[in-house]
């Protein structure tokens, strides 16, 4: 995790409000995919967990089909602050599938965004961020110039799986509450 960029989300966060994110969907398979495609989104850059998995968790296979479907329609990107073995599992699981997995990411700066567009040739105006954490998923889009911001409820609140610690989970509301 980036901290200055992080901290700048805190400090800066009484101007922003209401702006960081721009839509809300429950879950990734509540996103109106279709409608992104028509507003001209070539390409949809997904954080990992509680986004499109439960936190530290496998990838599930309905995330699979749905990225399997996405994938001829959209350029498709996983960036996530999970280390190096971590983005290895996570090729592994989607072996197969037209995804880019950024090899750093350091949310919320904007470094691992660029390095996605940059692989896609992609405008980040062409581009939407799906994602459940306001300071690091939504801020990094924001900062990025990405114009659709999607936050999604935890994968891990809705489905089962492993939940983030409580204090993470704490700011995470904090962080919705406040943006």
């Given at each position: 995790?980036?901290?200055?960029?992080?901290?700048?989300?805190?400090?800066?966060?009484?101007?922003?409000?209401?702006?960081?994110?721009?839509?809300?969907?429950?879950?990734?398979?509540?996103v109106?995919?279709?409608?992104?495609?028509?507003?001209?989104?070539?390409?949809?850059?997904?954080?990992?967990?509680?986004?499109?998995?439960?936190?530290?968790?496998?990838?599930?296979?309905?995330?699979?089909?749905?990225?399997?479907?996405?994938?001829?329609?959209?350029?498709?990107?996983?960036?996530?602050?999970?280390n190096?073995?971590?983005?290895?599992?996570?090729?592994?699981?989607?072996?197969?599938?037209?995804?880019y997995?950024?090899?750093?990411?350091?949310?919320?700066?904007?470094?691992?965004?660029?390095?996605?567009?940059?692989?896609?040739?992609?405008?980040?105006?062409?581009?939407a961020?799906?994602?459940?954490?306001?300071?690091?998923?939504?801020?990094?889009?924001?900062?990025?110039?990405?114009?659709?911001?999607?936050?999604?409820?935890?994968?891990s609140?809705?489905?089962s799986?492993?939940?983030?610690?409580?204090?993470?989970s704490?700011?995470?509301?904090?962080?919705?509450?406040?943006?």
């Open positions: 995790m980036d901290i200055k960029h992080y901290l700048s989300f805190w400090m800066k966060l009484p101007r922003t409000r209401g702006k960081i994110s721009t839509a809300y969907c429950k879950t990734i398979y509540d109106d995919y279709a409608e992104l495609r028509r507003k001209g989104i070539q390409l949809l850059i997904f954080d990992v967990d509680d986004t499109i998995a439960a936190y530290e968790d496998n990838i599930p296979q309905r995330t699979i089909d749905l990225l399997k479907h996405l994938q001829k329609t959209f350029y498709l990107a996983l960036l996530t602050n999970r190096v073995s971590g983005r290895k599992e996570l090729a592994a699981a989607l072996q197969g599938l037209e995804i997995i950024a090899p750093f990411s350091n949310k919320p700066s904007s470094k691992g965004f660029e390095n996605i567009f940059s692989h896609f040739s992609v405008l980040a105006e062409h581009s961020v799906i994602g459940d954490k306001v300071s690091t998923d939504m801020w990094g889009a924001m900062n990025s110039n990405v114009p659709v911001r999607i936050l999604v409820q935890p994968y609140a809705t489905f799986g492993k939940k983030m610690n409580p204090l993470l704490f700011i995470r509301s904090l962080e919705i509450k406040l943006s």
